[in-house]
């Protein structure tokens, strides 16, 4: 076994082997074993290879053993929320980062990150909800859609979003809300805006509705941030693959309508079509690529059934459907 925790600690376990370790981690030779390795490594700071290393180094071993029992009381208190290999996994993750960090440059900011706890919402395809942020703050989160925030929220006012929601945010001068989405962050003190950055999108849009806010992106192989101020009714595209922002006014009955239970089509393909509706109904749709060709679709629906939508979608088309629980068959009709 001292084999193959130390194969994987250097990253060289085959997956048959990382299973093998991660079950005996679980067992009660395992979690002492694992303790007794972080006292090794503690040792390693009277050992004179490891002063060599310098007084950064050794500073930053004291700041990673010093908080191993902040780990540890908090996985015992957190026990309803991290289960079985999660509970082991966090802890063989912060031993690695201690081992990592003598001979990287890893600061203790960095550190400090690794160790944050988040609360993650996440609504799957056909479900939206609203959700209130410990400072008041009320988020509409579409379907399909993740945000996450640190517990201690009243210090950091950061979320991080996958997806679409809207953001009332409670103003506060001396603390802004930032909401990260990859390279992407939007800054705000008091005030209210739609974020669409679902993935297939070629573009992360923000559009605002009162307030002011700053849309920046960081440019990470350059390190060089641009940006973008928003006044009420201004829209900002980012466009992934141009990397480039663009700025105009924006329409609330069509950038805004998922709030309000309505779904809008305008000149839309059919690949827009199916994302969109699997998406609100969580469902999937198959159909013959061939019957997609050309297919454009223009119409408004306020908190309407997919049966409804599809009557009307497939209606000009001369095509017909069956919906099974959470399947679509789009199909043309035998003659």
Not at 56 to 70: F, G, H, I, P
Not at 94 to 119: A, G, K, M
Not at 217 to 231: F, G, Y
Request: contains cysteine; aromatic residues 10%; charged residues 30%.
């Amino acid at each position: 076994m001292e084999r193959l925790i130390a194969k994987y600690i250097e990253n060289r376990c085959t997956p048959e082997e990382l299973i093998v370790v991660l079950e005996w981690l679980k067992t009660e030779e395992g979690a002492k074993a694992l303790s007794n390795k972080m006292d090794e490594l503690w040792a390693l700071k009277n050992d004179q290879d490891t002063k060599r290393l310098g007084g950064e180094a050794d500073k930053k071993l004291t700041v990673a053993y010093s908080n191993r029992d902040r780990v540890s009381s908090i996985s015992k208190i957190r026990r309803r929320k991290i289960f079985g290999i999660g509970a082991i996994a966090a802890t063989v993750a912060f031993f690695l980062i201690s081992v990592f960090i003598i001979n990287h440059d890893i600061d203790e900011v960095e550190l400090e990150q690794s160790l944050t706890y988040y609360d993650v919402k996440t609504n799957p395809p056909g479900v939206k909800s609203t959700i209130r942020l410990p400072d008041g703050s009320m988020v509409k989160l579409n379907s399909d859609s993740e945000l996450k925030y640190a517990e201690d929220f009243h210090r950091i006012r950061e979320v991080f979003l996958k997806g679409e929601a809207f953001f009332d945010v409670v103003e506060n001068k001396e603390m802004p809300f930032v909401v990260r989405v990859n390279d992407l962050s939007v800054f705000a003190l008091g005030t209210a805006f739609n974020i669409n950055a679902f993935a297939e999108k070629n573009s992360v849009d923000v559009c605002l509705t009162e307030g002011k806010v700053k849309v920046e992106h960081l440019n990470r192989s350059t390190e060089v941030a641009t940006s973008i101020v928003l006044d009420p009714g201004e829209k900002a595209m980012y466009k992934k693959t141009e990397s480039q922002f663009f700025k105009d006014a924006f329409d609330p009955q069509f950038d805004l309508a998922w709030k309000n239970k309505t779904l809008v089509f305008d000149s839309s393909e059919f690949s827009e079509i199916r994302s969109k509706l699997e998406r609100w109904y969580g469902v999937q749709i198959e159909i013959d690529d061939e019957l997609t060709k050309g297919w454009q679709f223009t119409a408004r629906f306020h908190d309407s059934t997919l049966e409804n939508i599809l009557k009307n979608l497939v209606f000009s088309r001369g095509l017909e459907f069956v919906i099974n629980k959470d399947k679509v068959n789009i199909y043309l009709p035998m003659k």
